[in-house]
């Protein structure tokens, strides 16, 4: 690495009437004083939105030193950089968004940060960035989601002048949605208590089919294009101030949402 020769940084060094471009002890440059970036930039304009690793490459004077950091995307080797043959590349990670449902186009940018003595030559950008496209659009497709109660067994304890559902309290719930042109959606029907209960169980299933496990079942829609669902919900153990049903649309497959994503009943009273 150069060195001061002096307290101060050599302005100039002579031999003779001749000026010195550079002078070195052994392997080591000591005048001047300073080792220069002279380029740095990505190799490439644009880069696909999957992302990858893509060039920089990095010129300038044997034994500068900087530092990379990225943004918007952009990931580069970490620690303290010295050149040793010029020009050299390095590889940045540009994060893939091709997955990334609604993803804007970005430009993910590095920064060179000189260490030590090390400069920019000047004029030289310590920024560059690369353009990427963005994730696919996402599609909403409105599925008329509505859900609605009804209680079928009113079973309440007043707790300390509180008046509290109790285990056996149970509702009939009915869920209605089409199906659209979004056919690659699974419907969520989800029992949700809001009061620190122990749980609810759901039975008699209209029609019987789907995933079920303590609070929630998952049916795939079929035809015809219009379906209703229909499930009694029991509180299990414990009490509760009140209780809410949700009806989720889930599972988006390419981008695809169900508009609404949810209903719900709303908080249920004693």
């Known amino acids: 690495m150069p060195i001061n020769l002096f307290d101060s940084p050599l302005s100039s060094i002579k031999l003779g009437d001749s000026d010195i471009l550079k002078a070195y002890v052994g392997n080591g440059q000591i005048f001047p004083n300073d080792t220069e970036i002279t380029a740095a930039a990505f190799t490439n304009a644009n ?3 999957t992302g990858g690793n893509t060039p920089y490459v990095v010129s300038g004077e044997i034994g500068a030193s900087f530092n990379l950091t990225g943004s918007s995307g952009a990931t580069p080797p970490s620690g303290t950089q010295v050149i040793s043959a010029s020009p050299s590349t390095y590889q940045i990670d540009i994060g893939n968004q091709s997955a990334v449902c609604g ?8 920064v060179i940060v000189p260490q030590g003595n090390t400069v920019l030559a000047g004029g030289l950008s310590n920024t560059d960035t690369i353009s990427q496209p963005g994730g ?3 599609t909403y497709n409105n599925i008329g989601l509505s859900i609605s109660q009804s209680n079928t067994s009113y079973q309440t304890q007043n707790v300390g002048g509180q008046l509290r559902w109790v285990a056996g309290a149970s509702w009939s719930i009915s869920i209605n949605y089409t199906i659209g042109t979004q056919s690659d959606v699974n419907f969520i029907f989800a029992g949700i208590n809001a009061a620190n209960s122990s749980g609810f169980i759901i039975s008699s ?16 829609p079929q035809n015809p294009p219009s379906r209703t669902f229909s499930a009694n919900v029991t509180l299990q153990s414990g009490t509760a101030a009140y209780v809410s049903f949700t009806a989720s649309a889930t599972n988006a497959i390419a981008c695809k949402y169900a508009s609404p994503g949810s209903a719900s009943t709303g908080n249920i009273y004693p």
């Open 47 to 49: 880069i696909a939105n």
């Open 103 to 110: 993803a804007s186009a970005r430009n993910p940018q590095v």
């Open 136 to 138: 696919p659009s996402i």
């Open 205 to 220: 299933i209209v029609p019987g089919a789907g995933f079920q496990n303590a609070n929630q079942i998952q049916f795939s």
